[in-house]
């Protein structure tokens, strides 16, 4: 389209297959590789074992991956409830709360998540509500980061859907609770479950609020993974992050098949 | 039309901020009747079908079903059958399902819903489709599944908000006959119907509520507007009739346009020597070579397959520049040439006198000739 | 009448009340969640450990050359880094959509599968790229900021890319067609016809990553260099490694202060052009 040449694709496809595999592929290659290597003194891995993928689903790391899949579980759906809520809410609310709403909602996305952890330290060490040293300090400050992201995706989905459905159910004689539950919430199913894909994803991967706030019987996956590569055991660290990948992956498989499950009809507005 | 009236709108204002969407807006419907609200976009047809629906609420004014107030009723109250422009039908449900949405939020026994949702699936062809999902059908079907839904309710009221806007155009004018065949299965259902097509509003309306700038401007059978235009705008909006310069001769009709003198229709008594217009339809326009007729010269000329569409400019006629006409003519040989002399000839018969000017524009002293508001006259 | 006049009546009230109440429940869990914690932060910033009101952490923490390094480190890296992100964005973008080749859209798919992983992981597979028993033996690049620098392009080309290809989906190609045909070479038409088309997307794509690399931990924390401290390593290290709450609030608060001028920038710009290709949601 832009170049009609096809001998003068070829120079830019070989660059950017060369800063593609420099960029993209060889950072996951090399963790891949990294978590099934032996030794790695070399160009080349040493050898292979699963050595250290074994040790990262037992004892302490299993734990943590299992800390880390409530963690996201809870604060996901926790996040898709709140933002669904804020975004029902403020589409009818007026201009100014709207904006102002708005804007706040977004505010964890501007500001560093490692403040967003010392923020909860600070105001949950002291009375009235101690909460720091338990796990729902480390819960909190994951809904407060996937908030952001769970609500903007169901406003935008919401604007995206036109008033006269609602309308239209409401002149067929159903009561604005049931226009929720009956035309407004199913429409919106879709984009929760976006929503609460990417929360997973985001709660799943969090290291800055977290390594902040946690107390030592509620440790993620990804701070075991610092402590890992701190004492030095990369393979070890590296093998835990993979299955970190795999986890989060397969978390989100199972998302994709119930929402699509839920809505065999594709909703689209 | 007091007792009878399904739908009474009394003196409905829209603001939205700074802007009037619809102002002192009266109509009444019948029950068994059909009235179009025709208008360009921005002309507050939308609106006013809005305030009877309760989607919008009106800053002054009342609206009344059946005689009873529901200006400040929620639309789940109303009762009223709606379908909208672009159908709406709810994507996660089936055809069926849509169809009974209103009988489910009525509580209405499954075994009596299934029953009724089949019986409005009959009512538009649409037997084998229940178990579909929207987004599986044709837009036509689409529009008879909305039909059906608003139908399902058994409203006293229909309300259609551009119907067939979504369908192309051979589409369009099948459902037209649908829907005219369906308006006749319904006598029991007054319909308001927005659009602003006039072909829909000629074929399917027994009244035409002709709307502008957020106002009604004129109301009458769609015959009545159709042969007796009372305003410039609806006489060009309604049929795309020219526009001609006159001078009334004498008070039952006769008014002269420049040297010829043409028997006009008149909605009443006019005033001899006042000047007014007349509105001539291109079909009844006949141009020839020479003979009589009014003097012009052939400006454009365009083939429309089953007939040409001749622009002719009349000098004269008291306009600085020249008056153009539009005459529709069918395909023969012998056209003139683009830039020759002709002759216009206006119909003996058909053509009428506009009484009132539209607002942007004036017609000396044509206003005048009746101060009343033309509307009621049917 | 009488009853008819109730009926107007009461929903006209209701409805101008309950939305304000239905907003409330979101706004509680925000306000107690994140709002009184800042404010905390901000309080806890101007109160030594005695409990007494002092300006004294400020000065010290501003005085003190860690802070004045991280400040730099966190300026430097961000900037350098969005630029980065701006080029091989845009650069990914172009050839994905313009020049397509087999396979393009899995490799479209790859770049953005990069936004669901933890950025760390990007930090910890350089260890083994560029550490100094890696594949590449590079030595001490992998404790210098270039390393950061290009740890967080990596991770954050995606929030580039994503708008600008969506910007060029919405270029129709009879546009680039119609200006080959008038003669421009392929340089022009992308000077004259691409850029201009997606610039704004680029740009909002460009802000948001200078905001999030402003604020990013996870690369910076793994990579583990001594001598590259930002702004947010520095409230993670005096927050709960030394414990000097106070100190760690000062500079928490001069971070907020840094994006949330930049945020407000940011949603200024961009929200009143209305450009949905820089939406927050990845």
């Not at chain 2, 000629?202 to 401007?217: F, G, P, Q």
């Amino acid at each position: 389209m832009l170049i009609w040449s096809r001998s003068a694709r070829w120079p830019i496809w070989a660059l950017f297959a060369a800063v593609f595999l420099v960029i993209v592929a060889a950072p996951l290659a090399v963790l891949v590789a990294a978590a099934l290597a032996t030794e790695w003194n070399d160009v080349l891995p040493g050898g292979f074992t699963v050595a250290h993928l074994g040790s990262a689903l037992t004892g302490e790391n299993q734990g943590s991956l299992l800390v880390s899949l409530q963690t996201a579980a809870v604060a996901g759906l926790a996040a898709v409830a709140v933002g669904t809520w804020a975004a029902l809410a403020l589409a009818a609310a007026p201009r100014w709360l709207r904006k102002g709403a708005d804007g706040l909602l977004h505010l964890p996305v501007a500001i560093p998540s490692v403040v967003v952890g010392l923020g909860l330290l600070v105001a949950y060490s002291r009375p009235p509500l101690l909460l720091n040293g338990t796990r729902w300090i480390v819960l909190i400050a994951h809904l407060v980061l996937v908030l952001s992201f769970s609500y903007a995706t169901v406003s935008s989905a919401l604007a995206r859907i036109d008033d006269s459905y609602a309308q239209v159910a409401a002149s067929l004689g159903a009561r604005p609770a049931l226009v929720l539950w009956r035309v407004r919430l199913p429409m919106l199913l879709p984009a929760m479950s976006a929503a609460a894909a990417l929360a997973v994803a985001l709660s799943m991967g969090e290291v800055g609020a977290t390594i902040m706030v946690y107390p030592p019987d509620w440790r993620t996956l990804p701070v075991t993974v610092f402590t890992l590569t701190d004492r030095g055991r990369t393979f070890d660290a590296a093998a835990a992050t993979l299955i970190l990948l795999g986890a989060t992956l397969v978390a989100l498989l199972i998302l994709g098949r119930v929402s699509r499950g839920r809505t065999t009809t594709g909703v689209s507005p | 039309m007091t007792e009878s009236s399904a739908v009474q709108f009394d003196r409905v204002s829209v603001r939205y901020g700074q802007v009037t969407a619809l102002r002192d807006f009266s109509l009444d419907v019948a029950t068994g009747e059909t009235v179009a609200l025709l208008g360009p976009s921005g002309s507050g047809k939308s609106t006013a079908l809005k305030a009877l629906a309760g989607f919008v609420r009106p800053t002054s004014g009342r609206v009344l079903l059946a005689g009873q107030d529901v200006t400040g009723v929620p639309p789940h109250k109303r009762g009223l059958g709606v379908v909208v422009q672009q159908y709406a039908l709810f994507p996660h449900l089936t055809v069926a399902d849509n169809i009974g949405f209103g009988l489910r939020a009525r509580r209405m026994r499954r075994a009596e819903s299934a029953r009724r949702v089949e019986e409005m699936l009959e009512l538009v062809g649409m037997e084998r489709y229940g178990r579909r999902y929207p987004r599986e059908l044709s837009g036509g079907q689409q529009q008879r599944v909305a039909i059906a839904r608003a139908l399902a309710i058994r409203p006293p009221v229909l309300l259609l908000d551009e119907p067939l806007s979504a369908l192309d155009a051979q589409l369009r004018a099948d459902m037209l006959d649908e829907l005219r065949q369906l308006r006749d299965e319904l006598p029991d259902i007054a319909i308001l119907y927005v659009t602003h097509d006039q072909t829909e509003a000629l074929t399917l309306a027994h009244r035409i509520a002709v709307m502008r700038d957020a106002e009604l401007l004129d109301l009458d059978t769609a015959q009545g507007l159709y042969r007796q235009p009372p305003s410039e705008f609806t006489a060009a909006f309604l049929g795309g009739a020219n526009l001609l310069p006159a001078t009334v001769r004498d008070a039952n009709g006769t008014v002269d346009v420049g040297a010829v003198t043409v028997n006009a229709m008149a909605p009443g008594p006019l005033v001899p020597g006042a000047h007014v217009r007349l509105a001539v339809r291109p079909h009844t326009i006949g141009v020839r070579r020479d003979g009589s007729g009014l003097a012009a010269v052939l400006t454009g000329l365009q083939w429309r397959g089953a007939n040409y569409r001749l622009t002719c400019l009349i000098a004269g006629l008291d306009e600085p520049g020249g008056v153009s006409v539009h005459a529709d003519v069918p395909s023969v040989d012998g056209l003139p040439r683009v830039g020759s002399p002709v002759r216009v000839r206006l119909p003996e018969h058909g053509a009428a006198v506009v009484a009132r000017a539209g607002a942007a524009s004036t017609a000396g002293d044509a206003g005048e000739s009746f101060p009343q508001n033309l509307a009621g006259v049917a | 009448m009488t009853t008819a006049a109730l009926a107007v009546e009461r929903p006209a009230r209701a409805t101008r009340v309950s939305p304000l109440l239905w907003a409330l429940p979101p706004l509680v869990v925000l306000a107690g969640f994140l709002i009184y914690p800042l404010v905390l932060v901000g309080v806890q910033s101007v109160t030594n450990e005695d409990g007494v009101r002092t300006l004294e952490t400020w000065r010290s923490v501003l005085a003190a050359g860690e802070f004045h390094r991280a400040i730099g480190n966190t300026v430097l890296i961000a900037g350098a880094a969005t630029a980065g992100c701006i080029m091989l964005g845009t650069f990914f973008a172009v050839v994905l959509a313009l020049v397509p080749f087999p396979g393009s859209g899995a490799a479209a798919r790859a770049v953005d599968t990069l936004l669901a992983f933890p950025s760390f992981l990007i930090a910890l597979s350089f260890t083994f790229l560029y550490g100094a028993a890696g594949v590449l033996q590079l030595g001490d690049f992998l404790y210098s900021r270039w390393c950061v620098i290009l740890a967080e392009i990596t991770f954050y080309t995606p929030f580039v890319m994503r708008p600008a290809l969506a910007a060029l989906t919405h270029l129709p190609a009879e546009r680039l067609a119609v200006a080959a045909s008038l003669g421009a070479r392929p340089g022009q038409v992308l000077r004259r016809v691409v850029l201009p088309e997606i610039a704004p997307a680029v740009a909002a794509g460009g802000a948001l990553t200078l905001l999030l690399t402003l604020n990013e931990f996870g690369i910076v924390l793994f990579i583990g260099a001594k001598d590259v401290i930002t702004l947010p390593m520095l409230v993670h290290s005096k927050g709960v490694v030394t414990f000097d709450y106070p100190s760690a609030c000062v500079v928490a608060v001069v971070e907020v202060a840094l994006s949330a001028l930049l945020y407000l920038l940011y949603r200024r710009i961009f929200r009143r052009k209305g450009a949905r290709g820089a939406d927050l949601v990845p």
